[in-house]
């Protein structure tokens, strides 16, 4: 158990939708990211915060936003849903921005229908 | 940009096999190196890391050495279990990337040890 939880572990909703994907840190940890893991593209950064604010962005689209709450979890909302929105969305934590290991949650899995 | 190129899989192994699984990387700064590994239904772990040219990591059996000259970072085990079967990423974070680390992933390779 790494210590960073996620809900729901799964959601089913049909295109056109929006869905809020929530993570809760690691305790002490500052920094939250956001991957996407789909089948066609992998293991793919989606956004960072620390201690509430954003520090970076990867391959996130417009129609997806994020944010983290001064309790340091963190929200990641996708709206407009596309089937090809369908993935697996994993949230990490770490103690400090430049920290270079990162716990992983269990994952969100999203389908689209 | 930062890559990682990752072993095609999948990789079929007997019980007390051999197992390596090659790792290439390009990055414009100084990249530390993990290794992370998935089991089925479950999130990643991180099984083993190298922030230097040179630093072997190693954990459960498993090693990886950060090799600068080659841009490498190969996975090794000398004798896996039937409870290593998973899917095994490697990934890098650079520290050009400013403050922020986020993980550049390779593409996984999935390892099955069969009794």
């Known amino acids: 158990d790494s210590g960073v939880t996620q809900t729901p572990k799964h959601l089913i909703t049909a295109t056109g939708q929006r869905v809020t994907l929530r993570c809760s840190p690691r305790s002490g940890d500052l920094s939250v990211y956001w991957y996407q893991q789909s089948l066609d593209q992998g293991l793919q950064f989606l956004i960072q915060?620390?201690?509430?604010?954003?520090?970076a962005k990867g391959n996130i689209l417009e129609r997806f936003s994020a944010q983290q709450f001064p309790d340091l979890h963190s929200e990641l909302n996708l709206s407009s849903l596309e089937l090809g929105d369908s993935a697996l969305y994993f949230c990490?934590?770490?103690?400090?921005?430049?920290?270079?290991?990162?716990?992983f949650g269990p994952g969100t899995r999203l389908t689209v229908l | 940009g930062d890559s990682v190129t990752q072993m095609e899989g999948p990789v079929t192994l007997s019980e007390e096999a051999f197992l390596t699984i090659n790792c290439t990387y390009t990055?414009?700064?100084?990249?530390?190196l993990f290794w992370y590994v998935q089991y089925p239904g479950e999130g990643l772990q991180l099984l083993l890391k190298?922030?230097?040219?040179?630093d072997k990591g190693s954990n459960k059996g498993f090693e990886a050495t950060y090799r600068k000259e080659t841009t490498s970072f190969h996975l090794e085990k000398g004798s896996v279990q039937v409870s290593d079967s998973a899917v095994y990423f490697c990934a890098l974070s650079d520290s050009i990337s400013g403050s922020a680390r986020q993980l550049t992933f390779g593409s996984g390779t999935q390892l099955t040890v069969l009794p």
């Open positions: 190298a922030t230097k040219a040179d």
């Open positions: 990055a414009t700064g100084y990249p530390s």
């Open positions: 990490a934590s770490s103690p400090w921005t430049g920290g270079n290991e990162q716990f």
């Open positions: 915060y620390y201690n509430g604010e954003e520090r």
